[in-house]
Nanobody
Framework: QVQLVASGGGLVQAGDSLSLSCVAS????????MGWFRQAPGKEREFVAA????????DYADSVKGRFTISRDTAKNTMYLLMNSLKPEDTAIYYC??????????????????WGQGTQVTVSS
C-alpha cells in the first residue's frame, strides 16, 4: 500500500519562497508518476506539477510554470515542490499524489489513486 505524507506548508508573504515535501512509502516499482495538486476554498482540485519517479520528465500547470519546480530524491523516497515568487492566488491546500503508470504524465486528479493528507499554503499580499 502506497502512503504519502506531505509537509512544509505555512504562511508566507507574496514574493516569498516555500518548499513542500512528500515522503512516499510502499512504492513497489519505479514506474510511478508523482504529482502535486492544490485546492483553494470553493474551488476544484487543480493540477500543479507532475514528475516520473524514475526519469526526467516533468509537467507544470501554466499558472506555476517558471515559478515552481518539482523534483524527487529516490534515495530519500521524497518528492519536493519548490515554490518561488508566491502570489496570493497560490493560497490553497497542496496535496501530493501517486499512480502506477508507464504512460504519459498525468494532469487530472482522477488519474491518481494514492493521495497524501494535504498541507496548507497561505500567501498574504
Amino acid at each position: 500500500q502506497v502512503q504519502l505524507v506531505a509537509s512544509g506548508g505555512g504562511l508566507v508573504q507574496a514574493g516569498d519562497s516555500l518548499s513542500l515535501s512528500c515522503v512516499a512509502s510502499g512504492l513497489t516499482s519505479s514506474s510511478y508518476i508523482m504529482g502535486w495538486f492544490r485546492q483553494a476554498p470553493g474551488k476544484e482540485r487543480e493540477f500543479v506539477a507532475a514528475i516520473r519517479w524514475i526519469g526526467s520528465s516533468t509537467d507544470y500547470a501554466d499558472s506555476v510554470k517558471g515559478r515552481f519546480t518539482i523534483s524527487r530524491d529516490t534515495a530519500k523516497n521524497t518528492m519536493y515542490l519548490l515554490m518561488n515568487s508566491l502570489k496570493p492566488e497560490d493560497t490553497a491546500i497542496y496535496y501530493c499524489a501517486a499512480v502506477w503508470s508507464i504512460g504519459r504524465l498525468k494532469v487530472h486528479s482522477y488519474e491518481y489513486n494514492y493521495w497524501g493528507q494535504g498541507t496548507q499554503v497561505t500567501v498574504s499580499s
